[in-house]
């Protein structure tokens, strides 16, 4: 616990240097012209979508019963946009990932390394394409599972913790190797993948937590006002890059030192266990 709180406290100090807020640039500019221009031009057909779809199966009637039992009626006038927000939010989640892992970890990679551990070897044990793999595949599993998990949104404290281990899987997986990718080998980063998978995954599901504030501020969006739907998407763009890069320097700083305290420990074995 103690590494997880020493990172986290470094991640906090560097997140809001002007260095991290610049580099949050690229990723969420990409992500407001994708999902704003997307929700801009295909939002309103979307919508009529969803309200024909639920017309015609008489979706209307079934779900506002189950927002009336459990205290929510209000919703009910909003049920298609918020159908259109927990479908949607997956794909905007996956999609800054992916631009976080792709075009910012490896310049938080530098960066920690630089200042933080500037003695620590690199062993290129990562690659631009295996980073990609792992992005790609991380995310269309992550974005499967939580399109499978939808109907839990119908006891909220159970669809707030299975986000959480989503958030927390996907992370961990993805973040763990672009942090170890220049520092680490292959061998090294398996190992440490493996013996700190539980400290990792608890610091994917802290970060989880703050995943939630989006989707929150989408569904605000939602009750006030159809009309705000476009806006609060960009909103919900930038929160997701401004929380990956955090996310990011966390793992960053939590992996670094794991690696450096296991060649430690290799180099402190004895020469007959090392042999052996």
């Avoid at 406290?9 to 610049?22: D, I, N, Q, T």
């Avoid at 159908?83 to 800054?96: Q, V």
């Avoid at 707030?160 to 061998?187: E, N, T």
Wanted: proline share 5%; net charge positive.
């Amino acid at each position: 616990m103690k590494g997880i709180a020493t990172a986290w406290g470094r991640a906090l100090a560097a997140g809001f240097s002007p260095r991290m807020m610049l580099l949050s640039l690229a990723p969420l500019l990409l992500s407001l012209l994708l999902w704003g221009g997307l929700l801009w031009a295909y939002g309103p057909a979307l919508f009529d979508w969803l309200d024909g779809v639920f017309r015609d199966y008489g979706w209307f009637q079934s779900s506002g019963s189950v927002l009336s039992s459990l205290g929510l009626g209000v919703l009910k006038v909003v049920v298609v946009p918020l159908m259109a927000i927990l479908l949607l939010l997956p794909l905007m989640i996956a999609s800054a990932l992916l631009f976080m892992g792709v075009f910012a970890m490896p310049a938080i990679e530098r960066y920690v390394g630089r200042r933080q551990f500037p003695k620590l070897e690199q062993k290129e044990g990562g690659s631009f394409a295996g980073s990609v793999w792992m992005n790609l595949s991380s995310v269309l599993v992550f974005a499967l599972l939580w399109l499978c998990t939808v109907p839990l949104y119908a006891i909220p404290p159970l669809a707030v913790l299975v986000q959480a281990a989503l958030w927390g899987w996907v992370s961990s997986r993805v973040m763990s190797y672009d942090a170890l990718a220049a520092h680490a080998s292959a061998a090294e980063r398996k190992t440490l993948m493996h013996t700190r998978r539980w400290p990792l995954l608890a610091i994917g599901m802290a970060s989880g937590v703050l995943g939630a504030l989006p989707g929150i501020a989408w569904m605000g969006g939602a009750v006030l006002a159809v009309a705000l739907f476009p806006f609060l998407a960009i909103l919900s763009a930038w929160l997701y890059v401004l929380i990956f890069l955090f996310t990011g320097l966390w793992f960053q700083y939590y992996c670094l030192q794991a690696l450096e305290e296991l060649r430690g420990q290799d180099a402190s074995a004895p020469m007959g266990t090392l042999e052996r």
